[in-house]
């Protein structure tokens, strides 16, 4: 069942000037959401304006060249919004130094989620975690308000969901899946254009990067968990960036016997980036344990330990979890 979308759509119809954000990090699904629901309340005659707490991904920049709507987030730049609406994650953790803003902001606000994992960021909370995406949730957002869904909206809702199942792959695409990107390639989304823009557009430095970490793999607990690491000195060897990591969890998840996978990203603050997955185990209650969350089959986490240390109590915590 759809959520009940009213006491949204009367939030935003009180407000002229929402800000829409997203996680740090941005992905395919948020941003996605980000960039629909900015193309619908314009035309609504609304003035949204669409920013990311951290770097646009060499990835994701063909969303916008010129950065004509994705702008950077800064505390001043953004003075005159009247509310706040956060897509794609209710965790403090994931929200960076704009996480520190609007916890001292008066401005209202309004989450819009599909995770399991969330806390209490203030004011509405519309959480569906049966979505597979949150650009399932945009789209529902879109309809209630009577907006018109542009091609442009259709081909970025399309990328949400299919990027948030794994081009289809993963077990939250069902037939309610298909028949909303039937209905997105049906007001012009162009599925082709969007794979090749995502998977076939890596640069060398990405692939150098993926090899390093294909050497990496290992498995523990008789090759029921797999894992691979990148560490820091990897960017400067390899040519690199830390958005090139995004699909690395792919390979030891496609291991095969493997129940959990795991990669181990070094950062450059000291601590470690984890990623989860698996193919039954709950891995969002695992992420917690380490201050992440998320999904029960994918999830995060920033673990505050330095690299060999979070990695050897993540690995230990995924054998007793099995």
């Not at 990835?59 to 003075?79: N, S, T």
């Not at 979505?131 to 789209?139: N, P, V």
């Not at 090749?196 to 430095?205: D, I, K, M, V, W």
């Not at 607990?221 to 390899?238: C, F, I, P, Q, S």
Request: glycine fraction near 8%; hydrophobic fraction near 45%.
């Amino acid at each position: 069942m759809p959520l009940d979308w009213s006491p949204l759509v009367d939030f935003l119809r009180q407000h002229e000037r929402p800000l829409l954000m997203t996680h740090i990090r941005p992905d395919a699904d948020g941003m996605g959401a980000q960039l629909a629901l900015h193309d619908a309340l314009t035309a609504l005659g609304k003035k949204p304006r669409v920013a990311i707490a951290s770097k646009l991904l060499p990835r994701y920049e063909f969303l916008d060249p010129k950065r004509l709507v994705i702008e950077d987030f800064r505390p001043a730049a953004f003075a005159d919004r009247d509310c706040v609406v956060v897509l794609d994650t209710g965790t403090w953790n994931q929200l960076g130094d704009f996480g520190k803003w609007l916890q001292a902001s008066p401005l209202p606000r309004a989450v819009v989620d599909h995770h399991r994992t969330q806390d209490d960021l203030g004011g509405l909370q519309m959480v569906d975690v049966t979505a597979e995406a949150t650009g399932r949730l945009a789209h529902e957002i879109i309809v209630a308000l009577g907006a018109p869904l542009s091609a442009a909206a259709a081909h970025h809702l399309f990328m949400a969901v299919a990027t948030d199942t794994g081009w289809f792959r993963h077990p939250n695409a069902t037939p309610a899946t298909f028949a909303l990107c039937a209905e997105l390639v049906a007001r012009g989304a162009r599925p082709t254009e969007l794979y090749e823009q995502l998977y076939e557009a890596a640069t060398l430095a990405r692939f150098k990067l993926t090899a390093l970490a294909l050497q990496r793999l290992a498995v523990r607990a008789g090759g029921k968990v797999a894992y691979t690491e990148v560490l820091l000195a990897d960017y400067a060897a390899t040519g690199a960036v830390p958005g090139d990591t995004e699909d690395l969890i792919n390979y030891p998840r496609g291991v095969e016997g493997v129940e959990i996978a795991l990669v181990f990203i070094e950062q450059a603050d000291g601590g470690t980036k984890v990623s989860f997955r698996s193919r039954a185990a709950d891995v969002s209650k695992l992420a917690e344990q380490f201050g992440g969350g998320g999904h029960k089959l994918a999830s995060g986490a920033r673990v505050t330990r330095p690299f060999a240390e979070a990695r050897d109590a993540v690995l230990a915590a995924a054998q007793e979890l099995l």
